[in-house]
Every structure is written in structure tokens, then in C-alpha cells.
């Protein structure tokens, strides 16, 4: 009995080994998996045989970047954060606009719309903060906040009225229509991209967008591309051809 007992506590802990080895094997194997899928989530690029135009988008938070090896890299074109809201600007607009320009990109400049805010007051804060220049690519309107959270309310019909005021103020600055950089959330909430007739800007990694329902211009399709040449991830952009 004492034998049959010790050979069963003998198979009991071997089995004990080989599960805890066959657990230790799928750790491994869910590691190298994760590892793998985040390397591919932050290095990957579109085709560029697919989308010949590829550029980024650059503000504050990038720090420092070295625009001569974005050049190098095959970024053709860089949209520059710019302003937000009715008072705020990037502190890096200025710096990352001029070494853009030097280093021989296409650029454009990019605000953030804030629908809880008078249209003239951001139209003023825009136009202050971007020069008006033809050769500049369309400015781009960033719509993702939505007015929910806003301190007084307001309506849908407010938010899509106000807002046309602020693309018309932009527009006469800027002498050319902007582009709308619209997010899915704020799709979802006011239908913008069938309302209003201008260029679309789309957002979603690694996956083509169709959530605004009617062709896009730009897509940024990597919003942290792994690089060298900036101390965060890159917002990466390309231009539908």
C-alpha cells in the first residue's frame, strides 16, 4: 500500500511539473506574440507603391525632431500643430514650422477645434498663429471634442453653425478650403462628413477608414510609428491617390 501510495504522489508531482512546464510554454509563446504584435503596431507603414505621398504630423509633444532625417526617411509633407481652442498654441509652431520649410516639405498647419468656444474667438487665435502664405497646404480643422462635457450647452445645430463660421474665417485667411480631420467619435456624434462639402481626414491604425462614408484625402494611419528621428512615436499620414 505504502508503495502504490508513494509511486501515485510520484505521478502526481511529475504531472504537476508538465503543466506548469506547458503553462510556462504559453507564457513564452503569448510574450513573443505581444512583443511581436506591438513591433508591428509601431514600425508598420502603408505601402508606398499604394500611397506614394507619405508625410506626418508634428507638434509639441514630439520634442525635438531632426527634420533633415524625416526628409531622409521619405516623409514628403508635414502638417505642424498649430493652435486650440480660442487661446492656445502649440509653443513648438513656430521652431517645427520654420525647420520644416528649410528642410524643403510641403506643410500646413493644423487646429484643434473646441466646440464649447465662440467660432470668432478661435478664428482670431488661427489667423494670429499661422501667416497667411498660398504655398501652405490647406489648413486642417481637427473635430474630435465633442460639446457634451461644454460648460453651458450646447445644441448640434449650434455646433455645426459655429463651426461653419470658423471655416469661412479660415478660408478667406488662408485662400483655399481647409480640410477637415474628423475622428470617428465625432462622426458618430454629428455626421459632419455628409454636411459639409470639404476634403476629409481620417484616423485609424494600420486599418483603411470608412467610418465618415464617402472618400477620404488624408489618412493618418499609423499614430505611433516607432522612429529615430523624434524622442516620442510619430503620427503618420498619407494622401490617398
Not at 153 to 162: F, G, I, L, P
Request: charged share 25%; proline share 5%.
Amino acid at each position: 500500500m505504502a508503495a502504490r501510495g508513494g509511486k501515485q504522489r510520484k505521478r502526481a508531482r511529475l504531472s504537476g511539473v508538465a503543466r506548469l512546464r506547458s503553462l510556462g510554454v504559453l507564457l513564452l509563446v503569448a510574450l513573443v506574440a505581444g512583443a511581436w504584435t506591438w513591433w508591428q503596431m509601431h514600425h508598420w507603414l502603408p505601402d508606398r507603391a499604394v500611397f506614394p505621398m507619405q508625410g506626418v504630423e508634428i507638434g509639441v509633444d514630439d520634442g525635438d525632431v531632426n527634420w533633415d532625417s524625416l526628409k531622409a526617411i521619405g516623409v514628403d509633407f508635414a502638417y505642424i500643430d498649430a493652435s486650440a481652442s480660442a487661446f492656445a498654441r502649440d509653443p513648438r509652431f513656430v521652431a517645427n514650422f520654420d525647420a520644416a520649410r528649410a528642410a524643403k516639405m510641403q506643410v500646413g498647419a493644423v487646429h484643434r477645434y473646441d466646440p464649447c468656444q465662440p467660432a470668432d474667438k478661435q478664428a482670431a487665435n488661427f489667423v494670429t498663429t499661422v501667416p497667411r502664405d498660398a504655398s501652405l497646404l490647406p489648413p486642417a480643422v481637427e473635430l474630435d471634442m465633442l460639446a457634451d462635457n461644454c460648460p453651458v450647452h450646447v445644441s448640434d445645430a449650434k455646433v455645426e453653425s459655429e463651426l461653419m463660421t470658423f471655416l469661412n474665417q479660415i478660408e478667406t485667411h488662408a485662400g483655399k478650403p481647409v480640410i477637415l480631420k474628423v475622428t470617428s467619435r465625432f462622426e458618430a456624434r454629428y455626421g459632419i462628413a455628409h454636411k459639409l462639402d470639404r476634403n476629409l481626414w481620417l484616423v485609424r491604425d494600420r486599418l483603411m477608414p470608412d467610418y465618415a462614408g464617402r472618400p477620404w484625402t488624408l489618412w493618418t494611419a499609423n499614430t505611433s510609428l516607432a522612429n529615430e528621428v523624434a524622442q516620442d512615436d510619430l503620427r503618420w499620414v498619407v494622401v490617398q491617390p
